[in-house]
């Protein structure tokens, strides 16, 4: 099976389309399927962390090429781009979480708290299914394995991790630096990692302070996250991934569609919002630090957040766009674990409507 995926990067558009596009085509490539991707040359661009991944990139759709799918996870493109591609792909998966434009698509795929059906039926074609919810979460395979291996938080906070993605153009990663300072604790440590926009000034500002370490990018957060007892960062899958580890997190939506998400979020008690990054000063950073340290990890809490997503989204994904009329069925008897499966199958919103009894 052969897959195109088309997403992008740059310093305004952050990185977080093609770190999720590289999860899901890391997770069909392992089930046999040949990826390849599109995106544009910009500035900040992950072109090379897509060929690092071993994917083929094009800056244009390759002529001549037919594809069993076509992936969009791309907030500029709509209806018109995906009737243009129907001419050499066969089925189109559409990820997004804007609902502000109409798609022609088999499988659209909103891993938000926030997505809802009512916000795309009027949206897409009459055959597009729609994979909504945190279930679905493009989160990169090792979060599973790291969530099941890691505890809730409990007690102390001694290391505190900030990160506000790889386009963080605000500085809210300095902002966030200078309000641990305030807090005059040499006895915690802060982990930071810089994007490319501030990278020279962060490091100048940790250079002469021993517990403040600057680290490089790496291929999964996961890792440090488990390690870590305090976590300060952006919306968006950032939130998803730090949940999952079981993070309380401090949160700061930095682009406007995380806004509702992170309101969403806050109100499910998942994260400490601190509202939208030009309404959040260092002092407003300052005094959510003290109060966390103060206070320490709540594990009811944390084991809350542990129940957002079970890191396990994109292997669903990836099964559900594997199948075919030649995928076999195979039938078992039914087991009290299947309880909370069969609820949800029984609720399904599209099963109700043809049910005899609709309540």
């Keep these: 099976m052969k897959i195109l995926f088309r997403a992008d990067a740059s310093v305004t558009i952050g990185s977080g389309h093609i770190v999720r596009t590289i ?66 792909c066969e089925k189109i998966v559409v990820i997004d979480d804007l609902a502000n434009r109409r798609h022609n698509a088999e499988l659209l795929l909103d891993q938000n708290a926030t997505a809802s059906s009512e916000n795309y039926r009027s949206l897409v074609n009459a055959n597009c299914a729609l994979l909504l919810g945190t279930k679905y979460a493009l989160l990169q395979s090792n979060y599973a394995l790291w969530r099941d291996q890691t505890s809730v938080k409990d007690g102390a906070i001694k290391t505190i991790f900030v990160y506000f993605g790889a386009a963080d153009r605000d500085n809210l990663t300095i902002r966030t630096m200078l309000a641990f300072c ?25 250079a002469d302070r021993s517990n403040i370490t600057v680290c490089e990018r790496v291929d999964s957060l996961a890792p440090l996250l488990a390690k870590c007892d305090l976590v300060v960062g952006a919306g968006g899958t950032s939130s998803l991934e730090r949940c999952a580890m079981g993070h309380y997190a ?32 260092r002092q407003a950073i300052f005094h959510a630090l003290k109060t966390r340290i103060s206070s320490g990890n709540d594990p009811q809490k944390s084991a809350h957040c542990k ?25 078992r008897s039914a087991t009290a674990d299947d309880e909370a499966l069969i609820f949800e199958w029984a609720n399904d919103p599209l099963t109700r409507a043809n049910s005899f009894n609709q309540g």
């Design 182 to 206: 305030d807090l005059l604790r040499d006895d915690l440590t802060l982990i930071v990692m810089p994007s490319s926009e501030n990278r020279e000034s962060i490091v100048r500002l940790a």
């Design 307 to 331: 129940t957002l997503t079970d890191a396990r989204g994109v292997d669903r994904v990836a099964n559900i766009m594997l199948l075919n009329q030649n995928t076999p069925l195979i039938a």
């Design 23 to 88: 999860t899901l085509a890391n997770a069909l490539r392992s089930r046999g399927a040949e990826c390849s991707f599109v995106c544009e040359r910009l500035e900040g661009n992950l072109t090379k962390l897509v060929e690092t991944q071993g994917f083929s990139i094009f800056d244009q759709t390759p002529e001549n090429c037919h594809f069993d799918y076509l992936v969009v996870d791309h907030y500029q493109l709509d209806i018109q781009y995906e009737e243009k591609m129907r001419s050499c």
């Design 250 to 281: 401090i949160v700061i939506a930095i682009a406007d569609n995380q806004i509702a998400i992170s309101e969403e979020l806050s109100k499910q008690g998942f994260i400490d919002y601190l509202g939208y990054k030009d309404r959040v000063d």
